[in-house]
T-cell receptor
Framework: GAGVSQSPSNKVTEKGKDVELRCDPI?????LYWYRQSLGQGLEFLIY????????KSGLPSDRFSAERTGGSVSTLTIQRTQQEDSAVYLC?????????????FGPGTRLTVT | RKEVEQDPGPFNVPEGATVAFNCTYS??????FFWYRQDCRKEPKLLMS???SGNEDGRFTAQLNRASQYISLLIRDSKLSDSATYLC????????????FGTGTRLLVSP
């Protein structure tokens, strides 16, 4: 079946511009996660959605970052006034539920380059 | 201090060798642990869960030592296709539940 998809696969933007990254989770998965991975760094948790519960935004690095999940499915991560340090691969993952017993399935990521 | 720490490597081993990676975690409340595999420029994929009693999946063996707060992964009879980055992951059940990833250990298996 279809896995997690993300778009665009690559995005180059100028410093100061806003960007939107999209994630389509696996159908029926209630949990959705955003991570970012900088060169040589581990995955950094950004935000987590579970069903209709309030999202866990504890990983968002600044108020320039926001995310929403519409209809419990598609999610958009928005970065306003991008900075060079925002350059990274942004990965989305989904899982069938909340809890360690549910495997997280990752999308291919969006490679963001801020010039 | 990172919540999950790993030796970044790279570990260079010949085909057929046995190689072991360790990982330490600082949050004693972490309840579940995993090893993920990430190929170059690809997304991470679950390799195996780690249980207290230790578990084996073919050539791969994972173990958890809660007293010392470390996790290990042993790969026997290394294949060229094992070349990848191996991510140690802890699942935190405090507050919002989420996975905490280590930075990964890179393995290069050569002919």
């Amino acid at each position: 079946g279809a896995g997690v998809s993300q778009s665009p696969s690559n995005k180059v933007t100028e410093k100061g511009k806003d960007v939107e990254l999209r994630c389509d989770p696996i159908s029926g998965h209630t949990a959705l996660y955003w991570y970012r991975q900088s060169l040589g760094q581990g995955l950094e948790f950004l935000i987590y959605f579970q069903g209709n519960s309030a999202p866990d935004k504890s990983g968002l690095p600044s108020d320039r970052f926001s995310a929403e999940r519409t209809g419990g499915s598609v999610s958009t991560l928005t970065i306003q006034r991008t900075q060079q340090e925002d350059s990274a691969v942004y990965l989305c993952a989904s899982s069938p539920g909340q809890g360690a017993q549910y495997e997280q399935y990752f999308g291919p990521g969006t490679r963001l380059t801020v010039t | 201090r990172k919540e999950v720490e790993q030796d970044p490597g790279p570990f260079n081993v010949p085909e057929g060798a046995t190689v072991a990676f360790n990982c330490t975690y600082s949050n004693s409340a972490s309840q579940s642990f995993f090893w993920y595999r990430q190929d170059c420029r690809k997304e991470p994929k679950l390799l195996m869960s780690v249980y207290s009693s230790g578990n084996e999946d073919g050539r791969f063996t994972a173990q958890l030592n809660r007293a010392s707060q470390y996790i290990s992964l042993l790969i026997r009879d290394s294949k060229l296709s094992d070349s990848a980055t191996y991510l140690c992951v802890a699942f935190s059940n405090t507050g919002f539940q989420k996975l905490v990833f280590g930075t990964g250990t890179r393995l290069l298996v050569s002919p």
